[in-house]
């Protein structure tokens, strides 16, 4: 079980060095949806410090287990101090990795997948997170709306490859009939998509 104050160290630091964590807001309603489904496996896309991963954790079903994975190798380290100063490894597996080469070498079926790393690279989680889910799963993707530039007329050339994609996400998600998808204004953008 997960120390309350512990997580909140972490989270406390990570907003002082500016990790990406996942915002109290977005954090508050995706743990929700988690409490309502009680998931038994989760895979992460993008660990950071490990914050959202020992969040998750307490919505976890007896027995369940995240896969979390990160490119990031100072990341990584940290985020495999902070499970195991929470007793969480036997819970929480930190993969050192590209998320998308790894997704590939996975045969497992997870009941969500939760997407926040690269936004340029949201198809081909998506992709992978489609064939690694079942009918009843969900995949939850943060960050869909990148402060506001995606549903804006945003083109500036810095983030222009990661808004187009992000655009391109939310209209594969909506259009795709095996889903059935919502996009939600809630901190950055949450996109929650039910696997029919």
Same mark, same amino acid.
């Given at each position: 079980?997960?120390?309350?104050?512990?997580?909140?160290?972490?989270?406390?630091?990570?907003?002082?060095? $500016?990790?990406?964590?996942?915002?109290?807001?977005?954090?508050?309603?995706?743990?929700?949806?988690?409490?309502?489904?009680?998931? *038994?496996?989760?895979?992460?896309?993008?660990?950071?410090?490990?914050?959202?991963?020992?969040?998750?954790?307490?919505?976890?079903?007896?027995?369940?287990?995240?896969?979390?994975?990160?490119?990031?190798?100072?990341?990584?380290?940290? =985020?495999?101090?902070?499970?195991?100063?929470? =007793?969480?490894?036997?819970?929480?597996?930190?993969?050192?990795?590209?998320?998308?080469? $790894?997704?590939?070498?996975?045969?497992? *079926?997870?009941?969500?997948?939760?997407?926040?790393?690269?936004?340029?690279?949201?198809?081909?989680?998506?992709?992978?997170?489609?064939?690694?889910?079942?009918?009843?799963?969900?995949?939850?993707?943060?960050?869909?709306?990148?402060?506001?530039?995606?549903?804006?007329?945003?083109?500036?050339?810095?983030?222009?490859? =990661?808004?187009?994609?992000?655009?391109?996400?939310?209209?594969?998600?909506?259009?795709?009939?095996?889903?059935?998808? =919502?996009?939600?204004?809630?901190?950055?953008?949450?996109?929650?998509?039910?696997?029919?």
């Amino acid at each position: 079980m997960v120390d309350n104050n512990k997580i909140e160290v972490i989270r406390l630091k990570a907003r002082e060095n $500016y990790v990406p964590i996942l915002q109290d807001v977005s954090l508050e309603f995706i743990e929700k949806i988690l409490e309502e489904r009680k998931p *038994k496996t989760i895979l992460e896309v993008g660990t950071a410090v490990g914050y959202s991963a020992l969040c998750f954790s307490r919505h976890l079903s007896e027995g369940g287990k995240i896969i979390t994975i990160e490119l990031n190798e100072e990341m990584v380290k940290i =985020a495999r101090e902070n499970i195991k100063d929470n =007793a969480m490894e036997n819970v929480i597996e930190v993969v050192h990795s590209d998320a998308y080469e $790894y997704m590939k070498t996975l045969d497992e *079926k997870f009941d969500v997948v939760f997407i926040d790393a690269a936004k340029g690279q949201y198809m081909k989680y998506l992709d992978e997170a489609m064939r690694l889910t079942k009918s009843g799963s969900i995949i939850i993707a943060d960050n869909v709306l990148f402060k506001g530039r995606v549903l804006g007329e945003y083109n500036e050339h810095k983030h222009r490859t =990661a808004v187009n994609r992000l655009r391109e996400y939310l209209k594969r998600i909506e259009e795709d009939e095996r889903l059935d998808s =919502a996009l939600y204004d809630i901190g950055d953008g949450i996109a929650v998509s039910y696997v029919k």
